[in-house]
């Protein structure tokens, strides 16, 4: 397991080397940051003084070397348009987006299974073909449209829910979140609900599947005629079976709601990870986005690890020595 | 866990749900607290780090300068009561008496050197107002209330340029940006105390009860930040925020018949403009119909350009495109604002009259064009530019439209690089005067000059003008020149205008939001209707 974990931290640094090589030269190729940061009215003068205050009168490869150095230190540059160091920016915004990608996962995984093993359970029942049915939905309306239409009959026409932003925040053991209040509470619930939906529908789905394909197996028959209760059945012997293809997907899905809730974070106003990315990239904030996908990386990494270890937990036919992936 | 615990589990989850849910968990907002939704991000509450109107239009709340402009871009006192020329590069100021900083401190003539100070230090500034500053060669304090300040030349706008530049305590001269952000120098004498700024969130500032001026009638101001056009049209339609600027287009009409929200409007500061490559010999998206680079530039020519403005519909690009918040423009600034010319009318449509002077212009046939501009900047910009292409294909010219995000356009279509043709463009005049388009716009490339002049027009009668202009203290007479400079650069067709566009705010009924040609959405400008 150590040796499996060592290698699987070199990997990681490669690929974060690559990728910030990548992203300084896309970043350089899309154009030149002052030309949009700088005000209309100023003149040549001021631009050479503004791109030497942001260090973009170096080459290239200078400039590069530079943030290397940085980055050994810990110091992922300053954001040209927030002067402030870019990782606290984003670790600022973290806990926003991690709430609601908490959020988004816990009704997705508390809704979605119950569900999804429902339909399973009883393919053939009309309620069954109506969860079905509400998640082909899920996955093929745009959660831009959803997000649209949740706020305009629950905020707008019934009056229930917030339409934007974040609530209060409160600090419970250190942490200072959003989802201790009930204002905060509030506020999330819109925007949990639309990023959850295509999980939810994706979950849904998967535990569906595994039912039915578990339902046949040899264990569930003798199961039964050993004379186990239905409810036994399902909820102990099938439900473990079907969670190992369900982590696997769930970890993988809260990377992405957590780098790529976007779309949630620009309808909702939420001031999260999301936002913060797309106003870099349309600023051309180099620092921001190196910054930015360099800690995406290293928390997919981690989430696929802590997923392959979880793997092996839930089943015990899987050795971490063997994978070479 | 047993089944008992995940019963227990699942009831707390729905009665959780149930709580939420209730409509009476979110209390109604105080009658004395105000909330608004403004429509771009705002990066730092240092009124000196980035030139940038997101920015101002927040320190606005928070800080005075010594000139203020009023609704319609028209200099009024701000800190300083008054301020006249004593001869052409000498200039006093008096200052307002009593008037206290928000930690109790008066404000004199040190904390206006320290704010002159502290505009060029500013450290990493991606924008400083350093270029509103730079006139002023020396400084004369005569007594606490009463500074004179020298310019090397005369300099006419420099009362315009200190109306952008917001004052700070002198105690705070070296303050970094990061001590503004968080609140320990964010100290002014602004009608707003400073409570809280969340980047990317909200910016949140109480009255300041010992204001000079007149008080807002708010407690309270949360400033929320709703990029998004469609949830900021949403949050002023649940009630969640009372005031929201850029009201879009598309939601423009549907707003004016709903009964609980008021809409506000003017003529904004702002023209759409088509910048054209009138410079090169060879233009790089000038070409015969083939596809290959003409041997001469034809936007060198005045006709074609000329042409290229008549065969533009313009009533029909405000009317449909536009939803009607944009007037056709004749010149760089709307009638009314200091030096726009009332002789200036928009190009009249004439599909014909453009094929006649094409063909004078020796292209009978027209050429090959690709217009570029940007999808993400003004309102409708990239559907403009779509309209503009079919229009000048009438008149024979095949155009291809080619549109980006700010980020790639702007700095290829920008100095150095120059990459386009034609371009789509637009330009507010953050001093409300004519002078501010013709410095930058039309004036030849040069030092302080042409600065975002993108198709490098050059013409030795609207230089000299405006020099002079630039050069001339009495202000009738610097009107009747900056008219006249704008005449003769409309007449050359320097760059096309196709229209001004016009700043809306949508309010709760009941509110009452006075709209400013400056675009600057300002608490202080909100007040009830009874």
Redesign the interface.
Same mark, same amino acid.
């Given at each position: 397991m150590t040796v499996f974990i060592i290698r699987r931290l070199m990997q990681t640094a490669i690929v974060l080397v690559v990728m910030s090589m990548i992203v300084f030269v896309g970043v350089f190729a899309? +154009?030149?940051?002052?030309?949009?940061?700088? *005000?209309?009215? *100023?003149?040549?003068?001021? !631009?050479e !003084?503004?791109i030497a205050?942001?260090g973009l009168d170096k080459p290239l490869w200078e400039q590069y070397l530079y943030f290397v150095g940085g980055a050994f230190r810990g110091d992922l540059g300053?954001s040209?348009?927030?002067?402030?160091p870019a990782l606290q920016?984003i670790l600022?915004?973290l806990p926003a987006t991690l709430e609601l990608a908490f959020a988004a996962l816990v009704i997705a995984i508390?809704v979605g299974v119950p569900l999804g093993m429902y339909a399973g359970y009883r393919p053939e029942s009309p309620v069954s073909k109506a969860i079905m049915a509400g998640s082909i939905l899920g996955f093929s309306l745009p959660t831009f449209w959803v997000g649209?239409m949740m706020?305009?009959v629950f905020?707008?026409q019934? +009056?229930?829910? $917030? *339409?934007? +932003?974040?609530g209060h925040t409160a600090t419970v053991f250190g942490v200072t979140t959003s989802l201790v209040t $009930?204002?905060g509470?509030?506020h999330v619930?819109l925007p949990a609900v639309n990023l959850a939906l295509l999980k939810l529908s994706l979950v849904c789905r998967l535990a569906r599947a595994g039912m039915r394909e578990n339902m046949l197996m040899d264990y569930v028959k003798f199961a039964r005629a050993k004379g186990l209760t239905a409810r036994r059945v399902v909820m102990v012997h099938v439900f473990k079976n079907i969670l190992i293809p369900l982590v696997t997907v769930t970890g993988l899905e809260l990377g992405n709601l957590i780098a790529f809730s976007v779309v949630t974070e620009?309808?909702?106003?939420w $001031?999260g990870m999301g936002?913060?990315i797309i106003?870099s990239?349309?600023?051309?904030d180099r620092p921001v986005i190196v910054a930015y996908l360099l800690v995406t990386v290293s928390m997919f990494v981690f989430i696929n690890l802590a997923v392959d270890i979880l793997y092996s937990v839930l089943d015990p036919r899987v050795r971490l020595s063997e994978a070479k992936g | 866990m047993n089944r008992m615990s995940w019963r227990v589990l699942a009831g707390a989850?729905a009665a959780?749900m149930i709580?939420? #849910?209730?409509?009476f #968990?979110?209390g109604p907002a105080g009658a004395q607290d105000l909330t608004i939704?403004l429509g771009a991000?705002v990066?730092?509450i240092?009124p000196h780090?980035? /030139?940038?109107s997101p920015n101002s239009n927040v320190a606005t709340h928070i800080f005075d300068k010594l000139i203020d402009q009023d609704e319609q871009q028209k200099l009024v006192p701000g800190l300083a009561t008054e301020w006249k020329s004593l001869d052409d590069t000498t200039w006093e100021f008096k200052l307002r008496r009593g008037v206290k900083f928000h930690d109790g401190s008066d404000f004199t003539a040190d904390d206006v050197v320290a704010t002159l100070k502290r505009v060029p230090w500013v450290?990493?500034?991606?924008?400083?107002f350093?270029?509103y500053t730079q006139a002023i060669t020396a400084h004369e304090i005569v007594d606490p209330f009463t500074i004179r300040f020298k310019t090397a030349a005369p300099y006419p706008l420099l009362p315009t340029d200190l109306s952008t530049v917001f004052i700070v305590s002198k105690k705070n001269e070296q303050a970094p940006?990061?001590d503004f /952000?968080n609140g320990k120098a964010a100290i002014g004498t602004g009608p707003f105390k400073f409570v809280e700024y969340?980047?990317?969130?909200?910016i949140v500032v109480t009255r300041n009860d010992a204001y000079w001026g007149k008080k807002p009638e708010w407690a309270k101001a949360t400033l929320?930040?709703?990029?998004?056009n469609? #949830?900021r049209v949403?949050?002023l339609?649940?009630?969640?925020?009372q005031l929201i600027e850029a009201v879009p287009a598309t939601d423009y009409a549907k707003l004016k018949t709903n009964a609980n929200v008021a809409l506000s409007q003017i003529v904004g500061n702002r023209v759409i403009y088509l910048h054209v490559d009138s410079y090169r010999d060879q233009t790089p998206f000038a070409t015969d119909k083939a596809g290959a680079v003409l041997p001469n530039n034809p936007l060198k020519d005045a006709r074609v350009r000329k042409a290229l403005s008549k065969a533009i519909n313009r009533p029909a690009i405000s009317e449909r495109i536009m939803e009607g918040l944009a007037i056709p423009a004749g010149g760089v600034l709307a009638e009314g604002f200091f030096g726009s010319s009332p002789k200036l009318k928009p190009e009249a449509y004439d599909p014909e009259g453009a094929r006649k002077l094409l063909t004078e212009a020796g292209y009978p046939n027209g050429f090959g064009l690709t217009i570029h501009g940007p999808n993400?900047r003004y309102p409708n910009d990239e559907k403009v530019l779509q309209a503009v292409g079919p229009m000048f294909n009438r008149i024979g010219i095949d155009t291809k439209v080619v549109t980006q995000?700010?980020?790639?356009f702007?700095?290829?279509g920008?100095?150095p690089n120059y990459a386009y043709s034609l371009m789509l463009v637009g330009?507010?005049a953050?001093t409300g005067e004519v002078s501010?388009p013709l410095r930058?716009l039309l004036m030849t490339v040069g030092?302080?000059?042409g600065?975002?002049n993108r198709g490098r027009y050059s013409n030795a009668k609207v230089d000299e003008l405006t020099n002079q202009a630039l050069a001339t203290v009495d202000d009738a007479k610097r009107d009747k020149l900056l008219q006249e400079a704008t005449e003769v650069a409309m007449a050359d067709v320097g760059l096309i205008p196709l229209h001004y566009q016009i700043n809306v705010w949508g309010t709760r009924k009941g509110l009452t939001y006075k709209p400013r040609a400056d675009e600057y959405t300002l608490a202080m400008s909100v007040s009830r209707s009874n």
């Open positions: 899309i +154009g030149d940051p002052t030309a949009i940061l700088i *005000s209309a009215d *100023s003149d040549m003068i001021e !631009r !003084r503004a205050a942001l300053k040209f348009v927030f002067n402030m920016l600022q915004r508390f649209l706020i305009m905020a707008v019934l +009056g229930w829910l $917030p *339409s934007t +932003g974040r $009930p204002d509470l509030a619930l620009t309808v909702f106003a $001031p936002k913060l106003d990239i349309n600023n051309l | 989850f959780a709580s939420i #849910a209730n409509p #968990a979110i939704g991000n990066t730092s240092d780090f980035h /030139n940038l450290p990493n500034s991606p924008s400083s350093r270029i940006t990061g /952000n969340v980047p990317g969130d909200r929320k930040l709703i990029t998004n469609s #949830a949403a949050a339609l649940a009630g969640d925020v993400d995000p700010w980020a790639t702007a700095s290829q920008s100095a330009w507010g953050g501010s930058s030092p302080g000059r600065g975002s």
